[in-house]
């Protein structure tokens, strides 16, 4: 049974930072692409960032400059660290685990930015 589970979520104050997690079970994590995504209430969901299996990165513009993704394929975990933190960032955030005709999401995290 695939289980992707995010924490780390939460409060903060713009500015601020936040680090969530991604672990993941069930799967042969370091053969998948890694990504987050969030959702806004009212919004799509949308890429915040992804990494392939081989550490390549990729971010949305709105993320550039301010969130870094990274695995630990040791660890089977993922991680996104997120400083500058803005009210625009708040939103649910997803673990995303995808791979040839396989594609697996967590159950979401709230991260919620104050100004």
């Known amino acids: 049974q695939v289980q992707l589970v995010e924490s780390g979520g939460g409060l903060v104050q713009a500015g601020g930072s936040l680090r969530l997690s991604c672990a993941a079970s069930g799967i042969i994590f370091s053969r998948f692409a890694m990504g987050w995504y969030r959702q806004a209430p009212g919004k799509q969901r949308e890429m915040v960032a992804d990494i392939t299996s081989l550490g390549i990165t990729n971010y949305a513009d709105s993320a550039k400059g301010r969130f870094t993704i990274s695995r630990d394929n040791a660890k089977n975990t993922m991680y996104l660290q997120m400083n500058s933190l803005k009210p625009e960032d708040t939103a649910v955030y997803y673990c995303?685990?995808?791979?040839?005709?396989?594609?697996?999401w967590g159950q979401g995290t709230q991260v919620t930015v104050s100004s």
């Open positions: 995303n685990a995808h791979g040839s005709y396989l594609d697996y």
